[in-house]
């Protein structure tokens, strides 16, 4: 089964707009961490931020959110204000004990002027 | 702060050639960890080290791959006998352990790997 599942292959928005990028996960662990990075196509993988499991408040880091849903669980990246780059792969991975991620297949978001 | 370094960034080698592969991690990073990215796909995990021990292999890594990191610093991977099917990014991360949820790993910025 999938461990997380990233349901939009791309996304499209208009500079300074916000967009949100869907992300669900599949555990039974009750501790788990869930991140977000971002892929340019110079292929380095970017940290944007983190979520834990056992964390009461939404995490965010500058112009990134991450809308935590954790009945649902859902872990929705939400950027505000888009930029031209933010053009990019972005991945939501999870991990749940062990020391390894867990991707899902990425978004790829296009950002137009 | 220089960032994890992955060398060489590009490799083209022909099918059955040995390749190596080196990283070297944030310093004062004790973990670090190898995926491999294939196009399309979200990396996925090979193996992980904390400091020089290799501590958890995924079944990805045949016994073709070896991975080492002898001083607890820079690692290599080393892929022998390659096939056409190794052919991917390999990338690179390195973490400082702190709680085990909540270390993050920072990535190279990959070895892409094209087998002729």
């Known amino acids: 089964a999938q461990k997380i599942t990233q349901t939009q292959p791309g996304m499209f928005v208009q500079e300074k707009e916000a967009v949100t990028l869907d992300c669900t996960y599949d555990?039974?662990?009750?501790?788990?961490?869930l991140f977000w990075y971002k892929q340019p196509s110079s292929g380095e993988m970017i940290f944007l931020i983190y979520?834990?499991?056992?964390?009461?408040q939404n995490a965010t880091e500058g112009r990134y959110s991450l809308n935590f849903q954790k009945a649902r669980k859902s872990a929705n990246l939400v950027i505000s204000a888009s930029q031209l780059g933010d053009s990019a792969m972005y991945f939501c991975a999870m991990r749940e004990g062990g020391q390894k991620l867990v991707f899902g297949t990425g978004t790829r978001l296009l950002v137009s002027p | 702060d220089t960032g994890v370094s992955q060398d060489p960034r590009h490799k083209i080698t022909k099918r059955g050639q040995n390749v190596t592969f080196r990283c070297d991690p944030i310093s004062e990073h004790n973990r670090l960890y190898w995926y491999r990215q294939t196009l399309g796909q979200g990396p996925e995990f090979l193996t992980y080290?904390?400091?020089?021990?290799?501590?958890?292999k995924s079944r990805l890594l045949s016994d073709r791959f070896s991975a080492e990191r002898p001083k607890g610093s820079f690692s290599t991977l080393e892929i022998q006998r390659t096939e056409q099917g190794d052919s991917a990014m390999y990338l690179c991360?390195?973490?400082?352990?702190?709680?085990?949820?909540?270390?993050?790993?920072?990535f190279g910025p990959g070895t892409r790997l094209t087998v002729l």
């Open positions: 991360a390195s973490s400082l352990q702190l709680a085990v949820i909540t270390d993050t790993q920072y």
């Open positions: 979520q834990g499991s056992y964390d009461q």
């Open positions: 555990t039974s662990d009750p501790s788990y961490g």
């Open positions: 080290f904390q400091n020089e021990a290799q501590l958890e």
